[in-house]
Nanobody, 131 residues
């Protein structure tokens, strides 16, 4: 259906910015613009949590409270890509960040979904923010 590859993770200092990219390889018969795309993260020793999502139309991107105002999700369907611009990074943003795609949920339902119910993930990219 789709394969996802994230990149852009790095070790940065608090207050700095980072941009994550996720490139999708979409199977024949599918189109990238039909997928809701999301970013999730898993801090060390913790559960995977929702960060941001954007639906196929790009309407009303959604954010976790912890990142709203600092992070921006965007998509470029021509490049089969989704991005996460992360500004004013904080140590609590330290996590492995995962790209996810979904074609079966509304955006409202997607952001409330337990991560275990989401099927298509990238391999993750490490973001570490030092004080």
């Amino acid at each position: 259906q789709v394969q996802l590859v994230e990149s852009g993770g790095n070790l940065v200092q608090a207050g700095e910015s980072l941009r994550l990219s996720c490139v999708a390889t979409v199977a024949e018969g599918y189109t990238f613009n039909m997928y809701t795309m999301g970013w999730w993260r898993q801090p060390p020793g913790k559960e995977r949590e929702f960060v941001a999502a954007i639906n196929w139309s790009g309407t009303t991107p959604a954010y976790a409270d912890s990142v709203r105002g600092r992070f921006t999700i965007s998509r470029d369907d021509a490049k089969n890509s989704v991005y996460l611009q992360m500004n004013t990074l904080k140590p609590e943003d330290t996590a492995v960040y995962y790209c996810n795609s979904d074609s079966s949920r509304s955006l409202a339902n997607y952001i409330k979904s337990p991560p275990s119910t989401l099927r298509v993930w990238g391999q993750g990219t490490q973001v570490a923010v030092s004080s």
